[in-house]
T-cell receptor, first 111, second 113 residues
Framework: SQTIHQWPATLVQPVGSPLSLECTVE??????LYWYRQAAGRGLQLLFY??????ISSEVPQNLSASRPQDRQFILSSKKLLLSDSGFYLC??????????FGPGTRLTVT | AQSVTQLGSHVSVSEGALVLLRCNYS??????LFWYVQYPNQGLQLLLK??????LVKGINGFEAEFKKSETSFHLTKPSAHMSDAAEYFC???????????FGQGTRLTINP
């Protein structure tokens, strides 16, 4: 069966510091991968998605970036965090069936 | 372009009462439709999906949804609410060939004892 991992689970970072969130999927190959953000009390915002290694599509221009160095690894990064980057970050995967399967999420607080 | 509207950002029902969460979509071609549930501080879990075939689909935890093309709706129901159903629910749509789901804004379901 497939599983998806995200780490860290929680993170508190000061404004201006860098960010790296990691997502890995097990039990499947060549999945589509997605990064979402949920701000407090709001819905899901798609940030990036990837259909293959090195292929990244950005949905919202901002100070975040994403990379896919390996088939089942998806990384979300920032060089300098803003207060507005606080939120709950979710990684998801899909393959063939269109439904997406979500990881447990990372709670990021920028102080 | 597709879009999803969830009517009611908050719904409150009594334990044992009917749960009805509304979702309407906009799509120029037949869509695939999904309902997800999110418990506090957790990721989203797929409840059920409609792709083709039977328009009444059954999901986990006793939930079901009916695809009504004429009404462009995909409402989620459960005959009898349980305290454990308290969560955020998201409706989502995708069209064939697209790589992205379009999510509604979510409905927070509260269950009163």
């Amino acid at each position: 069966s497939q599983t998806i991992h995200q780490w860290p689970a929680t993170l508190v970072q000061p404004v201006g510091s860098p960010l790296s969130l990691e997502c890995t999927v097990e039990g499947t190959s060549n999945p589509n991968l997605y990064w979402y953000r949920q701000a407090a009390g709001r819905g899901l915002q798609l940030l990036f998605y990837s259909v293959g290694i090195g292929q990244i599509s950005s949905e919202v221009p901002q100070n975040l970036s994403a990379s896919r160095p390996q088939d089942r690894q998806f990384i979300l990064s920032s060089k300098k965090l803003l207060l507005s980057d606080s939120g709950f970050y979710l990684c998801a995967w899909s393959k063939g069936g269109y439904e997406q399967y979500f990881g447990p999420g990372t709670r990021l607080t920028v102080t | 372009a597709q879009s999803v509207t969830q009517l009611g950002s908050h719904v409150s029902v009594s334990e044992g009462a009917l749960v009805l969460l509304r979702c309407n979509y906009s799509s120029s071609v037949p869509p695939y439709l999904f309902w997800y549930v999110q418990y506090p501080n957790q990721g989203l879990q797929l409840l059920l999906k409609y792709t083709t075939g039977a328009t009444l689909v059954k999901g986990i935890n006793g939930f079901e949804a009916e695809f009504k093309k004429s009404e462009t709706s995909f409402h989620l129901t459960k005959p009898s609410a349980h305290m454990s159903d308290a969560a955020e629910y998201f409706c989502a749509v995708v069209i064939q060939g697209a790589q992205k789901l379009v999510f509604g804004q979510g409905t927070r379901l509260t269950i009163n004892p």
